[in-house]
């Protein structure tokens, strides 16, 4: 008998390869199943082992090694996060603010976690990404900070000099390091509320200090054995002014300002009732703590900040001087219901005061040294040094012109410039919620800047990384609404 082979129609021969290629594929997914856990396996192994290894080196080695690993660890975990040094600097540096003394070389602990943030964010971007974040105010900048370098070995002496540059380079580490790290509008919120909860944890310690200043004396006793002196000073015979952990009054206020400011647009820009709350709380502990410091220049440069919001924000000329009228009569009221303050206040208008005929002849004398020297100044960090250390100018403005000439100074100016011009023209284009938050912002610098005219807080290790900070998420923000649109 004879067999025919059968022939396979096209539908038949379809089928066919189509069975053929789910085979196939069944066989391949068995073997990545099979490659899985063989891989997972392995991976339980080699932990195991490393246990093992892990435990065996503690056993003879404990301390050491716990140290050593815990550094690594560390660095590690900056490495991949190199913001978390900064975010200890907004949320922990109001409470442990202090440095450790060795003369000229003091270290604080702001400085030291705005390079460890700094250095590791940098480190990271020029594995990754390369390193220039480019901005207007990169190449201004840079020219001041070369003018700076030139003008310290006019009078070098390492202490003085390296504290003095750092002061200036301080607020541009932290301009480089936002606008470098932070690219998402929810980032920019985050970092306000953890500049907010530093601040009013700051504010509670100096409420702290006004209620129970026993206690709080033993705590500051115990930091300054191994750190440097706080400055404790009085408003007038048994009136101590509160300070918090800065050690001076005048700079915990400006601090205080800075917190209200960002506070206050943060109230303005959130729609959660419960986080509102949550602001006006630390609205009215930054407040308290602001009265308790006696701080005559951060409440003008709080009376500022919120006119200047007022004028931004409130749509209508009418509108605006409503504002404006509620505000200055809140000024005048908060003064007067503080009734050591009152006197304190109205001494300010006194031409014989002594804190005026100081400052005064302060101006004088630094005007006459630049003078003096109008090219290069007298040296980065030398105004504070003429053979012993004395006060500073209380004046930004004279300040830098005296240590870094007048070209120095010039160079600074274009730098505010080009940052008002900015977000000037930015508030005209931002979005509602965006354009909240640079007006706090741009406030915040003006408050800051407009008190340098009678103090001089950028010349702070505490507080001169602030206008740095507000800088760069101005730009931040400003990069990421052009790249959105």
């Known amino acids: 008998m004879d067999i025919k082979p059968r022939t396979l129609n096209h539908a038949q021969k379809r089928s066919l390869q189509e069975s053929l290629v789910k085979m196939v594929h ?9 490659v899985g856990h063989q891989n997972s396996t392995l ?49 922990v540096a109001p409470v442990f603010n202090p440095g450790v003394d060795l003369g000229f070389f003091t270290v604080y602990l702001g400085p030291i976690l705005i390079l460890l943030s700094f250095i590791f964010c940098q480190i990271r971007h020029f594995c990754i990404n390369g390193l220039w974040i480019s901005t207007p105010v990169n190449v201004p900048y840079i020219i001041f900070l070369g003018i700076a370098i030139v003008s310290m070995f006019r009078n070098f002496l390492p202490g003085v000099s390296f504290r003095g540059f750092y002061l200036l380079l301080q607020p541009f580490l932290v301009f480089f390091l936002i606008t470098s790290s932070v690219r998402q509008k929810r980032l920019v ?22 209620l129970i200043p026993g206690v709080f004396k033993r705590y500051t006793d115990i930091l ?32 205080l300002v800075q917190i209200i400011i960002f506070a206050f647009g943060l109230f303005l820009a959130e729609k959660s009732i419960k986080k509102k709350f949550y602001l006006l709380g630390a609205l009215l502990i930054c407040l308290i703590a602001l009265g308790l410091s006696y701080s005559r220049g951060a409440w003008f440069n ?19 001087l409503k504002a404006i009228t509620v505000i200055v009569s809140m000024f005048f009221f908060l003064i007067y219901a503080i009734p050591d303050f009152t006197p304190r206040f109205l ?18 004398d630094t005007i006459a040294e630049i003078l003096e020297h109008p090219f290069l100044g007298r040296g980065v960090g030398f105004y504070q040094y003429h053979g012993q250390l004395q006060a500073a100018a209380h004046n930004i403005y004279l300040n830098i012109a005296d240590e870094i000439g007048i070209p120095g100074l010039m160079v600074f100016l274009w730098i505010l410039f080009i940052v008002g011009r900015d977000s000037i023209r930015f508030l005209r284009e ?3 919620s965006t354009r909240i938050l640079v007006a706090t912002l741009l406030s915040g610098i003006v408050a ?11 010349y702070s290790v505490k507080i001169g990384w602030i206008p740095g900070f507000a800088m760069g998420l101005i730009y931040s923000l400003r990069k990421m609404y052009f790249n959105k649109n």
Do not use: W
């Open 26 to 34: 069944t066989f391949k997914e068995s073997d990545h199943r099979l």
């Open 43 to 91: 991976k339980t192994f080699i932990f195991c082992l490393s246990a093992l290894v892990l435990g065996c080196i503690l056993n003879f080695y404990p301390l050491k090694t716990i140290i050593t690993l815990s550094v690594i660890f560390f660095l590690i975990f900056v490495f991949l996060n190199p913001l978390i040094p900064f975010y200890l600097l907004l949320l």
């Open 430 to 432: 931002a979005d509602e």
């Open 189 to 210: 919120r985050h970092i306000f509320y953890l500049f907010v909860t530093g601040g009013m944890l700051g504010a509670l310690l100096g409420i702290f200090q006004f």
């Open 448 to 458: 800051f800047f407009g008190h340098g005219i009678i103090g001089n807080e950028l």
């Open 347 to 364: 001494s300010f208008f006194n031409p014989y005061e002594s804190s005026r005929v100081t400052r005064l002849q302060q101006y004088k």
């Open 224 to 255: 300054e054995m191994y750190c440097v002196p706080l400055y404790h000073g009085y408003v007038a015979p048994g009136i101590p002014r509160v300070n918090g952990m800065f050690g001076d009054a005048n700079t915990y206020g400006q601090f």
């Open 302 to 320: 709080m009376l500022a900040a919120s006119v200047l919001l007022s004028l931004i924000l409130i749509p209508g000329v009418t509108n605006k």
